[in-house]
């Protein structure tokens, strides 16, 4: 295979639960999922159009996490794409894999959505390629029952998919303290990123696994799993950054466009690097110069994701009311689409309006993202 799936025939469902009543929070789920669709949607990448992009967050309903990975089933014919990160569970008297809600209870199954159902989903794909990323979290008897075997990615094998598995013995393996985003999808968004030094100009599956491998075993960390039918291993999934950054060369003028562009994404790098190692002081200034450089280029681009960053930031730092400031110029961008970003553009306004006293203002906005959910796709 020498091309990337067609975008156009391609679907891709991003399906994240943070929230917990009865299991530990997962903050930095959140974080990965938004972000992983944002990767997958830029052009450098893979290129996928926004609308086939389906971000479901903190579902509280098996219909939540199925519906729409039934009607992408039913829309893709190149290659379909679903990536759950959360909880993983296993029922007290079996040994099948469950996928943790928002409201299910530790070693009981019937409050969470059996695997099975979702490989039932897959299963009935029109797609030629399926391809299933799971970055679960185990404790106690199921972390055991995985420990130094295949179990999960046998038994989360579909036919005619690559199914990529993080398999992590404890919780703080998932998401390490102070990290934005969880043990595999962090190193997974790098891979995006980045690229592979001295890798393929499109890095395949098999070239993904063997990276994220490399990198977890480096570290320290639970080793993902992987199964596969058919050779789908050779299905290239994203542009290699880092080959591009080597060969490419500017053909014809460099437009301010395009200064623009580069200073934006430059920016978000070294403000999400000063974050990750604690500098909040100095990726504030970082992140407020890409966004004016971003409205200044007057195209969309990177903005919803600078707007995401800063207002997130503003709102650690305690600067909640800039925070809402930053929040309310991306709804009006976000009021009339449904997008990857554009619940999430919600429910962090109407958490921090909320916050603030608003409570009307923050039930409005709330609406709206129910609304756009049913226009667009499940919220």
Not at 223 to 236: A, D, K, M, T
Request: net charge negative; aromatic share 4%.
């Amino acid at each position: 295979m020498t091309a990337l799936p067609d975008p156009a025939r391609s679907r891709a469902v991003l399906i994240g639960t943070a929230s917990y009543r009865h299991l530990p929070q997962l903050p930095a789920v959140e974080a990965g999922v938004v972000d992983l669709a944002a990767e997958l949607c830029d052009a450098t990448v893979w290129g996928l159009p926004v609308q086939h992009c389906t971000v479901v967050t903190d579902p509280l309903s098996p219909q939540t996490i199925l519906d729409p990975v039934y009607q992408a089933s039913e829309e893709a014919t190149d290659t379909l794409l679903v990536y759950f990160a959360g909880h993983g569970m296993r029922d007290a008297d079996s040994a099948d894999l469950y996928l943790a809600l928002g409201d299910s209870r530790e070693h009981l199954g019937y409050t969470a959505v059996a695997y099975q159902h979702l490989r039932t989903a897959l299963r009935s794909a029109r797609a030629r390629r399926k391809v299933v990323l799971l970055d679960c979290c185990f404790s106690g008897r199921a972390a055991r029952a995985l420990s130094g075997s295949d179990v999960l990615a046998a038994e989360a094998a579909v036919d005619g998919a690559y199914v990529l598995t993080a398999s992590p013995r404890d919780r703080i393996a998932l998401a390490p303290d102070g990290e934005r985003y969880t043990a595999f999808t962090g190193e997974l968004l790098t891979v995006l990123r980045h690229g592979v030094e001295d890798g393929p100009e499109l890095i395949d599956l098999d070239t993904l696994y063997r990276v994220l491998l490399e990198r977890l075993r480096a570290k320290n960390r639970p080793l993902p799993q992987h199964s596969q039918e058919n050779g789908v291993g050779r299905l290239p999934l994203a542009r290699n950054k880092s080959r591009a950054a080597r060969h490419t060369t500017p053909v014809g003028p460099v437009l301010a466009a395009d200064v623009r562009a580069a200073m934006v994404s430059t920016g978000l790098a070294v403000a999400r690097l000063l974050r990750a190692e604690g500098n909040t002081r100095d990726a504030l200034p970082v992140l407020r110069l890409a966004l004016q450089e971003q409205q200044n280029a007057g195209a969309q681009g990177d903005l919803l994701t600078v707007q995401l960053e800063l207002s997130e930031l503003l709102a650690e730092t305690g600067q909640v009311k800039d925070a809402i400031e930053v929040l309310e110029l991306a709804f009006q961008q976000v009021h009339k689409v449904y997008g990857p970003e554009a619940v999430l553009v919600c429910r962090r306004l109407a958490d921090l309006l909320q916050e603030s006293g608003n409570h009307l203002q923050a039930c409005e906005v709330l609406k709206h993202a129910l609304d756009i959910g049913e226009r667009g796709g499940p919220a």
